[in-house]
């Protein structure tokens, strides 16, 4: 069974661009959560996904947003980015019966903003 | 919200020998108390789990206590071997729905060094 695919791996933009990462959770999952890893902040959340509906949001501004899609592949975007968005990003996925909290994590995609 | 301490933030070990990190937190309505290890350039990967209606939890050489009075929960593994190197998460959640979905609070990491 594979696990939770998160693309592009590595990317490196400027500040004041935007990016678009991409998650496609295990199959038979339908709630996808995003988390943000910093060696400062450690691992802080984002925002969950279930049904193409947000149903859970963490304390990150406005420029943080997220979508699900109806095969539960989920995207997270970044605009005006900033030096401090450098982070490690995770997709997380759950089977979401009676909501037991167990997450998979993916690999990760890790962002460079220079 | 909910707040999750972890300790000690390193821990080094010789093979064979035990190792305990404990967390401790703050929301009295938490119910599910996972703890994941993240090798080097991956993502966290869940290792046990315990849940508020169970105290002790086991699985080989790893186990996981919880005290829901004194709200502290540890992770022990015993007979460490060089590949449990790895950096240890506790995290705290609320599991069944409401405000809860999808989300975990972590703890702040524990770097295990097991020494051959």
């Known amino acids: 069974k594979a696990g939770v695919t998160q693309t592009p791996r590595y990317l490196i933009k400027t500040r004041g661009q935007q990016v678009t990462l991409s998650c496609s959770p295990i199959?038979?999952?339908?709630?996808v959560s995003w988390y943000q890893q910093t060696p400062g902040q450690g691992l802080q959340f984002l925002f969950e996904?279930?049904?193409?509906?947000?149903?859970n949001k963490g304390n990150f501004p406005g420029r943080f947003s997220g979508r699900q899609f109806s095969n539960s592949r989920s995207e997270m975007n970044v605009s005006t980015l900033e030096l401090g968005d450098s982070a490690l990003y995770l997709c997380?996925?759950?089977?979401?019966?009676?909501?037991?909290?167990?997450?998979?994590f993916g690999e990760g995609s890790r962002l460079t903003v220079l | 919200g909910e707040n999750v301490e972890q300790h000690p933030s390193t821990l080094s070990v010789q093979e064979g020998d035990s190792a305990v990190i404990k967390c401790t937190y703050s929301?009295?309505?938490?119910?599910?108390f996972p703890w994941y290890k993240q090798e080097l350039g991956k993502g966290p990967q869940l290792i046990i789990d315990?849940?508020?209606?169970?105290g002790e939890k086991k699985d080989q050489r790893i186990a996981v206590t919880l005290n829901k009075t004194a709200k502290h929960f540890s992770l022990h593994i015993t007979e460490t071997q060089p590949e449990d190197s790895a950096v240890y998460f506790c995290a705290a959640s609320k599991g069944a729905g409401g405000t809860s979905y999808g989300k975990l609070t972590f703890g702040q990491g524990t770097i295990l060094t097991v020494h051959p």
């Open positions: 315990i849940r508020s209606n169970v």
């Open positions: 997380a996925s759950s089977l979401d019966r009676s909501n037991t909290g167990e997450l998979f």
């Open positions: 996904y279930f049904s193409e509906t947000q149903r």
């Open positions: 199959s038979g999952h339908r709630s």
């Open positions: 929301d009295s309505a938490s119910n599910y």
